[in-house]
Nanobody, 122 residues
Framework: QVQLVESGGGLVQTGGSLKLSCRVP????????LGWFRQRPGKEREGVAQ???????TYADSVKGRFTIRREGAKKIMQLQMSDLKPEDTDMYSC????????????????WGQGTQVTVSS
């Protein structure tokens, strides 16, 4: 069973930064793509960033230049560094893992964390 545990959410002012972490102790990074998604009540889940099993990164247009996804294989951690945060970034952020993921479509991912709330005040 693949488990993912997020941490690092919180409240931040517009223009501030946060770093989200996702522990993935049972995942071999060379076998799985890892991604960050966000969702708020009444809206569809949105793919934010992905790092493929080969280490190639993909970002949603809305976060390009502001968010950076990285992974640390030895520590079994994936992180999302978020900068220049805006009120519209307020969402529940979840990390996910999948063996055959080629885009930011949530349907491609098999395993999900519980989520961590990010709130950006104006």
């Amino acid at each position: 069973q693949v488990q993912l545990v997020e941490s690092g959410g919180g409240l931040v002012q517009t223009g501030g930064s946060l770093k989200l972490s996702c522990r993935v102790p049972h995942v071999t990074f060379g076998d799985y793509a890892l991604g960050w998604f966000r969702q708020r009540p009444g809206k569809e889940r949105e793919g934010v960033a992905q790092i493929s099993s080969e280490g190639i990164t993909t970002y949603a247009d809305s976060v390009k230049g502001r968010f950076t996804i990285r992974r640390e294989g030895a520590k079994k951690i994936m992180q999302l560094q978020m900068s220049d945060l805006k009120p519209e970034d307020t969402d529940m952020y979840s990390c996910a893992a999948g063996a055959y993921c080629y885009s930011l479509r949530s349907s491609e991912y098999d395993y999900w964390g519980q989520g961590t709330q990010v709130t950006v005040s104006s």
